[in-house]
């Protein structure tokens, strides 16, 4: 087969792709660094044009602003679906023109294969190799379930995105049509560590032993974690996102996966996202493996490797030890994710521990994040029978297989001192201090 023709057979303008679309189709993307922004603007100018009707657009994590998600005249034209939201999302939900699926992360492919259908996958992809496949790059993710159950394959073949060459490929034989594209891929600003995050960080970092394979989040106490680890030796990667402190911790030799057991010697991750430091680690890395998220995630997988450290943050959490990490109040904020999916692993891996850590207090100090009862209309995203650490800057909380009393005491303990008086009363008047 000559791969080079049939890509040129294959290759068409934005308005050339977007004129295939129809009503009522359902686009899949995958997430953040591999949707396919090109395509999708010319989409919805066929919309805005009253051409289109009806054709919803499912995605995760939004990290640019996508038209459908800022522009509230093309609700009913696209369609947001939304696994898991960034900020252009949130915004659709709230506002009334956007939809979110409640999921685990790492059960998004199953309930694509029993669910959904689509009539086209979108991506963002690398060239074309001498053998005529794309990478997908930053993802796996849930992309192939998607491909299993897509009618057609659109693709944006960018210069700039990464080839992983363990990963998710598409060979050109499956594509229908693609356009070619020179853009970065979008990034994060860089997080502020300030001196709270900084707190945090250390005391995590206290808690990890050498040899440990841990899951980072991305933000300031992540990314203040990472910098605390530095001093480790023979960390292992085994997480949802690879993060740019994992490049660091990489390069500086305290992470060689050499103590893992499964995957010894690579990173494994489901999808990267970040900075271009990130995309130029991945770029023809045989040491990073990028695999399914029904894998990845799965919390028995996640507990083979032993001493796994699982970190990730949360909007608050009540003296049950229930956390909410997806709404304050009834205002939607973004999903579950797969804080739930590394939480149970950790705890089920050999010397495993789970951390979720947040500031104490939130605006300027007013308000108490470690509440008497959760805000009333928040989700809870862990359960108070799962989590196992709460860490804020006033210290460390180990709630898992303990009782009520001893919860509320060291959730008071590490709570703002201005609040504590206050937990303590309604606690006692609760009859919860035994």
Known sequence: ???????????????????????????????????????????????????????????????????????????????????????????????????????????????????????????????????????????????????????????????????????????????????????????????????????????????????????LGIGAIPDAVGAALKSKHDLGIHTEMFTGSMVDLIECGAVNNSKKQIHRGQSVTTFAFGSKKIYDYIHNNPAIAFMPVNYVNDPYVIAQNDNVVSINAALECDIWGQVCAESVGTMYMSGTGGQVDYVRGACQSKGGKSFIAFHSTAKNGTISRIKSILEPGALVTTSKNDVDYIVTEYGVAHLRGEPLSSRARQLIAIAHPNFRDELAFNAKKRGIMI
């Open 1 to 215: 087969m000559d791969y080079k023709a049939l890509y040129e057979q294959k290759k068409c303008s934005p308005e050339e792709m977007a004129a295939r679309v129809e009503n009522r189709w359902r686009i899949g993307m995958d997430t953040a660094a591999s949707h396919a922004p090109t395509i999708l603007k010319a989409i919805a100018k066929r919309a805005a044009n009253d051409e289109l009707y009806g054709v919803r657009v499912q995605t995760l994590l939004d990290v640019e602003p996508m038209e459908h998600l800022v522009d509230d005249t093309l609700y009913k034209k696209l369609i947001s679906e939304a696994w898991f939201s960034g900020s252009s999302s949130r915004k659709a939900v709230n506002m009334g023109y956007g939809d979110i699926i409640p999921n685990y992360y790492r059960d998004i492919p199953g309930h694509i294969e029993r669910k959904y259908t689509y009539d086209v996958f979108c991506a963002s992809v690398s060239p074309m190799d001498e053998h005529g496949y794309f990478s997908l790059g930053t993802v796996c993710s849930y992309s192939p379930a998607m491909i299993e159950k897509a009618k057609r394959i659109f693709l944006e073949v960018n210069d700039q995105q990464p080839r992983a060459v363990c990963g998710t490929q598409i060979h050109i034989s499956q594509v229908n049509c693609l356009i070619e594209t020179s853009m970065p891929l979008p990034v994060l600003p860089e997080p502020k560590i300030d001196s709270v995050s900084e707190t945090i960080g250390g005391l995590i970092a206290e808690q990890i032993k050498d040899g440990s394979c841990i899951q």
